[in-house]
T-cell receptor
Framework: EAQVTQNPRYLITVTGKKLTVTCSQN?????MSWYRQDPGLGLRQIYY???????DKGDVPEGYKVSRKEKRNFPLILESPSPNQTSLYFC?????????????FGPGTRLTVL | AQKITQTQPGMFVQEKEAVTLDCTYD???????LFWYKQPSSGEMIFLIY??????QNATEGRYSLNFQKARKSANLVISASQLGDSAMYFC????????????FGTGTSLTVIP
């Protein structure tokens, strides 16, 4: 089954404790992306990757890191989480970086930083 | 400036009626794609419909159609014959091409279908 998976689905952590949210897709998609969703703000893009070893900042990259060492995986790293990073996070992938195919979204990760 | 604007935070529609959700966009690129997504209360993001800037016809997918008015930079979603299961958040999104690699989302419209 074609899908984007994220883990964990729910996470409660404390300020400053490094964490990683994993994202994996099995569709051989070139383009992958991370979003955060906050009430009243919609989805905002954090980082995106157009292919292996190619990543770029979205609108809200501060406090986040990503890497794309393999085509299928695109982990999101919070080196020192803060309460303002409490949010719902989505990973997404798209077939091509050149053509505006739609994105397929993971199920979301609800993160709470205390 | 906001790339995507959805001015209706909440909408109500009677079951079986049609409803239009508004979306305006801002871009100077001639080539772009417009998307609508549905987010039910369970949280997943579901792709509904896509319109390319060069597409001559308005996109349709079952009960969903996109009213694309290029000169007005609007891409409204029309849902015909609303069903209770249509109650959800709806997001409009855009990706500029060929140089843009970001997806821009609006703030969403919460649709409630009334029996």
């Amino acid at each position: 089954e074609a899908q984007v998976t994220q883990n964990p689905r729910y996470l409660i952590t404390v300020t400053g404790k490094k964490l990683t949210v994993t994202c994996s897709q099995n569709m051989n998609h070139e383009y992958m992306s991370w979003y955060r969703q906050d009430p009243g703000l919609g989805l905002r893009q954090i980082y995106y990757s157009m292919n292996v070893e190619v990543t770029d900042k979205g609108d809200v990259p501060e406090g986040y890191k990503v890497s794309r060492k393999e085509k299928r995986n695109f982990p999101l790293i919070l080196e020192s989480p803060s309460p303002n990073q409490t949010s719902l996070y989505f990973c997404a992938s798209s077939r091509s970086r050149l053509i505006p195919y739609t994105q397929y979204f993971g199920p979301g990760t609800r993160l709470t930083v205390l | 400036a906001q790339k995507i604007t959805q001015t209706q935070p909440g909408m109500f529609v009677q079951e079986k009626e049609a409803v239009t959700l508004d979306c305006t966009y801002d871009t100077s690129d001639p080539s772009y794609g417009l998307f609508w997504y549905k987010q039910p209360s369970s949280g997943e993001m579901i792709f509904l419909i896509y319109q390319g800037s060069y597409d001559q016809q308005n996109a349709t997918e079952g009960r969903y159609s996109l009213n694309f008015q290029k000169a007005r930079k609007s891409a409204n979603l029309v849902i015909s014959a609303s069903q209770l299961g249509d109650s959800a958040m709806y997001f409009c999104a855009m990706r500029e091409l060929p140089t843009g690699n970001q997806f821009y989302f609006g703030t969403g419209t919460s649709l409630t279908v009334i029996p």
